[in-house]
């Protein structure tokens, strides 16, 4: 058994967090996989800390102008836009 | 029926001229293409219509070639059958009963089906060489950096490129030769302020393909052969047999580190992917319920509906992965068996020019067999993991049948070392 047993409210939890939303037989069946996920996840803490060196450099560029989507390309995926804008939901 | 190969079949038509002109081309729902709409295999994207092409896209144009149309997948990549995308299961060409293999399934089906000369696949955990391996065809995961990724509707970006499928090692390397190479709106392409220093420059990808390993060292993965079908085992040691009687050496490896590989893979995906996704928020882009809560509420809706069980999974685990209390015993875990993993190639590389390893564990499993078990599914993926972990090269190539069906034998490559790579894969297909 995992070190960090996960019921059902902790998953809620997570999901609120990541907003989405969940039935109750999605939260009882994550529930059991994420106890079975996580449990096996925990063979990590038998893993040494290793240096290492990241691979990858900052690459630099000047900083210029260019062309980029216009605004009407910007919109057209988008489900509500108003004069040239996105519209979304109101936020409280 | 038709095989459910296609999300989108629409053909766009190349420039005249250029090394694919008259070869058709299949390119995975995850690699955007203007005005054609690019899926994911996704409910939320089902009506997205790229403004731009992805850089790949644009390079098979000025090749010449002709797109055929946007091939099925997993949900965003996740999964390892094709059975996770919205839009239904692919069937694989060889054995319609059987799944094709994924995420790519239905680029790497299109090219067995001979429905596209060639096709491109993205590979975020074996998701080319994985159901290349399935569907008996070539596919090529090329080292972090090669190919661009600009375009690319992103799952995990520290861990996917661009792969090409091809029925011969051949065609899928010269479909290389043409998406490969430095672009400045993929900084991770770019290794100095000179194009001409990226490895893309000067390399012959098609002409690596020749056969000849006389005098290579193969180094055979052992830890990776344990957990594998007796059957995948046996059709892959034969293959390997052949190699060292083309004048290949063979000789074996073992990393340690590579128990750890699909916990250390599945925390960062999960992790990355729960960032990435982010995205979808139902106001610029993407299915929205237009419902009336207020801005959490419908953000929160929206992805309940638009997205498949398999996403809210790694999305929701990532998450947890990456929560105050959690992120060091998971996340930075993770990182430390990724750095782990790297040294233990680099030890290996200096015994062996290429490393071997079955592609897949196991034999293609039937249609519906095996959804209901994620973790026995994240498992399968135990040979092709380390690979995109440690960003290195990989080819599959088919090693033979077992029960009739395909086996694959994956080929590693030392960092930027594809043509090596090719070279051994090209022998074991004669």
């Known amino acids: 058994m995992s070190e ?36 096996y996840f925990d063979a990590l803490d038998e893993v040494p800390e290793v240096e290492s060196e990241p691979d990858l450099v900052n690459v630099m560029r000047t900083d210029e102008v260019r062309d980029g989507l216009s605004q009407e390309e910007a919109l057209q995926n988008a489900p509500e836009s108003e004069d040239g804008f996105f519209k979304g939901p109101r936020v409280s | 029926m038709g095989a459910n190969i296609f999300i989108t079949e629409e053909t766009v038509d190349g420039d005249d001229d250029g090394p694919l002109a008259g070869t058709t081309v299949a390119v995975k729902d995850n690699i955007s293409t203007e005005g054609v709409r690019t899926t994911c295999g996704s409910a939320m994207l089902e009506d997205y219509v790229p403004p731009y092409d992805a850089t790949v896209v644009e390079r098979l144009k000025e090749a010449g070639a002709t797109i055929v149309g946007k091939t099925n997948m997993d949900e965003f990549g996740m999964g390892g059958t094709t059975e996770t995308s919205a839009f239904g299961p692919t069937e694989n060409p060889v054995d319609r009963e059987r799944v094709p293999g994924g995420s790519s399934g239905g680029s790497a089906a299109a090219v067995a089906a001979g429905e596209a000369d060639v096709a491109l696949g993205t590979d975020t955990g074996g998701s080319v060489r994985n159901p290349a391996a399935f569907c008996g065809v070539v596919g090529i995961k090329p080292t972090y950096g090669l190919v661009s990724r600009y375009g690319l509707v992103a799952y995990a970006n520290s861990l996917e490129q661009v792969g090409p499928i091809g029925s011969t090692v051949e065609d899928a390397a010269a479909l290389l030769d043409v998406v490969s190479g430095a672009d400045e709106r993929d900084a991770t392409t770019r290794f100095d302020q000179s194009t001409d220093a990226h490895p893309a420059e000067g390399s012959n990808y098609a002409a690596a393909a020749d056969g000849d390993v006389d005098g290579l060292t193969v180094g055979v993965i052992t830890d990776l052969l344990d957990g594998a079908d007796d059957r995948v085992v046996e059709t892959f040691e034969d293959a390997v047999s052949d190699l060292e009687s083309r004048g290949a050496e063979v000789t074996e490896v073992s990393l340690e580190s590579l128990e750890h590989a699909v916990q250390a893979y599945y925390v960062i995906a999960m992790s990355e992917a729960s960032s990435n996704l982010a995205r979808y928020d139902g106001v610029r882009y993407g299915l929205s319920t237009g419902t009336d809560g207020n801005w959490n509420e419908t953000y929160a809706e929206t992805r309940e509906e638009g997205f498949g069980a398999e996403v809210k999974r790694r999305i929701l685990l990532g998450t947890y992965a990456l929560s105050a209390g959690y992120h060091d015993k998971y996340y930075k ?54 690979v995109n972990l440690a960003n290195l090269p990989a080819i599959s190539v088919p090693a033979g049948e077992a029960e009739g069906l395909p086996v694959g034998l994956q080929l590693i490559g030392p960092k930027f070392g594809e043509e090596t790579m090719i070279r051994a894969a090209s022998a074991v297909e004669r």
């Open chain 1, 4 to 39: 960090t047993p996960v019921d059902a409210d902790e998953v809620r939890h997570v999901a609120e967090l990541a907003r989405v939303n969940l039935d109750e037989d999605e939260v009882e069946a994550f529930t059991a996989q994420f106890a079975d996920i996580l449990d």
């Open chain 2, 333 to 386: 875990k993770a990182q430390d068996a990724r750095a782990w993993i790297k040294q233990d190639f680099d030890a290996a590389f200096e015994e062996a020019d290429v490393l071997a390893t079955p592609t897949m564990p196991v034999l293609p499993p039937k249609l519906g067999e095996s959804l209901s078990d994620p973790l026995q599914l994240y498992l399968m993926d135990a040979n092709t993991v380390p």
